[in-house]
Nanobody
């Protein structure tokens, strides 16, 4: 299982970025996929999730209305379109595969990419 993330960078507040995550080594369209971010001195935060077929999505309240998750199962690629970026969006963004659910319905992540840095600053 391998993920290659790209698209991060430095952008001014109000700007946009599009992250990509190219997946290989497994049947991509069998798995829910997510974007998880980690800011300095903070724990990981689930940003967004998308079901295997792409018909159902989840967004954290902090990004709802600004970010859009999508996937192209033909290209085995996950995307995150980020608009109206804010300084508090600064973090290392990972794509992560959901391997199952825990006893309380929480997502269990079984594979992660290396992360791509997003920095929002003027």
């Amino acid at each position: 299982v391998q993920f290659v993330e790209s698209g991060g960078g430095m952008v001014q507040p109000g700007g946009s970025l599009r992250l990509s995550c190219a997946a290989s080594g497994f049947t991509f369209n069998n798995f829910e996929m997510t974007w998880v971010r980690q800011a300095p001195r903070k724990g990981p935060e689930l940003v967004s999730a998308i079901n295997p077929g792409g018909s159902s999505t989840y967004y954290a309240a902090s990004v709802k209305g600004r970010f859009t998750i999508s996937r192209d199962n033909g290209k085995n690629t996950l995307y995150l379109q980020m608009n109206t970026l804010k300084p508090e969006d600064t973090a290392l963004y990972y794509c992560a595969r959901v391997g199952g659910l825990g006893p309380f319905g929480d997502r269990l992540y079984d594979s992660w990419g290396q992360g791509t840095q997003v920095t929002v600053s003027s």
